[in-house]
């Protein structure tokens, strides 16, 4: 388990061939899993560019496959925490909604009839004036699935540089670290 910072990308693709963690694991590491290609070795599940926190990594294949498969039954649990914008009233609740590609935008999701079942619940860990610390557990492992739920119910995560909406408030970065 490796504790990604945020802005770093998971793996190269177009723009980002360098500073990448495959390419910081495959600098400390003398193997790693061959499952995901030469392209991303290692690489069980990814996180956004710009979430920090815990990711898997596999050293080897039958690793890997076990953890996927894990992920895949759902037995693997995955814990958020995030400042979203606005003050949430409810102490919990759950966001059931579908996620698919959105028809406004080609780069971004959305909330749509057409996409893949998405389930995220959320609790309150501290109300502050114009924000909510929350802590989130997700079901399912949609692309973008915090950001696009938080911002479906009009609390975006703060710092979202696509879903966020407004201005960001500094320069710390999107304030979505997968926490376990």
Known sequence: VVNKKSGMVVHPAPG??????????????????????????????RLDKDTSGVIIVAKNDKSHLDLSNQIKNHTVKKTYVALVRGVIKENNATIDMPIGRSDKDRKKMAVTRKGKNA?????????????TYIELIIETGRTHQIRVHMNYINHPVVNDPVYGKRKLIDNTGQCLHAKE
Do not use: W
């Not at 600098?27 to 995901?36: A, D, G």
């Not at 389930?119 to 924000?131: G, P, S």
């Open 16 to 45: 980002n061939y360098s500073g990448t963690l495959v390419n910081a694991l495959m600098y400390h590491c003398n193997s790693l899993s061959t499952v995901n290609t030469e392209v991303r070795p290692g690489i069980v599940h």
């Open 119 to 131: 389930i995220t619940h959320f609790t309150v860990l501290k109300r502050y004036k114009n924000y």
